[in-house]
T-cell receptor
């Protein structure tokens, strides 16, 4: 158990809908990351937040947005969902900002768009 | 742009065999970190090791060992005396620090199947 929690574990929704994925980092970790794992794209970095501020951005679609709250939990919002958004979404956390810190991953949220 | 290549898509071995998973990376950074993660059938990503670019010493942890060679841009992972519980997808990753942040670039993974 990495100490990173994600809810829900599974999510099934229809095209065009909007969903919110939630992540609680390990105790003491200030950075939260979101990754997407799909069959065609593999594991891709989406976005990093550190202590409430966005610090690094990857190939995150404009339909997707994230935020980190004062209690350090984070939410990833996915809107206007398409079939291709079906994937396993991971949250990770690390103690600090830079790449000197290893990232610990949560169990993931499996999103199925029908 | 950074890139991680895991050329072996799938490897099958018989229990107790040794197996090496290859990882080749590309980066323009002089300072970087390399990682290995394990993804068992249950789906979670388990951190195995982090190695910084200045430390080329091999590392051993139980049945696991890692060989980092900067000259060939490789960071290979060997499992000695493999066990069925080692069956998983293994990912090699390279860190990047855009604007002081942190992101991992993953390889496509190697599916390891260990059979009795």
């Amino acid at each position: 158990d990495s100490g990173v929690t994600q809810t829900p574990k599974h999510l099934i929704t229809a095209t065009g809908q909007r969903v919110t994925l939630r992540c609680s980092p390990r105790s003491g970790d200030l950075s939260v990351y979101w990754y997407q794992q799909s069959l065609d794209q593999g594991l891709q970095f989406l976005i990093q937040y550190y202590n409430g501020e966005e610090r690094a951005k990857g190939n995150i679609l404009e339909r997707f947005s994230a935020q980190q709250f004062p209690d350090l939990h984070s939410e990833l919002n996915l809107s206007s969902l398409e079939l291709g958004d079906s994937a396993l979404y991971f949250c990770a956390s690390s103690e600090g900002l830079a790449d000197t810190y290893e990232q610990y991953f949560g169990p993931g949220t499996r999103l199925t768009v029908t | 742009a950074q890139k991680v290549t895991q050329a072996q898509t799938e490897i099958s071995v018989v229990e107790k065999e040794d197996v090496t998973l290859d990882c080749v990376y590309e980066t323009r950074d002089t300072t970087y970190y390399l990682f290995w993660y394990k993804q068992p059938p249950s789906g979670e990503l388990v951190f195995l090791i982090r190695r910084n670019s200045f430390d080329e010493q091999n590392e051993i942890s139980g049945r696991y060992s890692w060989n980092f060679q900067k000259s060939t841009s490789s960071f290979n992972f060997t499992i000695t005396a493999s066990q069925v519980v080692d069956s998983a997808v293994y990912f090699c990753a390279l860190s990047e620090a855009p604007g002081g942040g942190n992101k991992l670039t993953f390889g496509t993974g190697t599916q390891l199947k260990v059979e009795l």
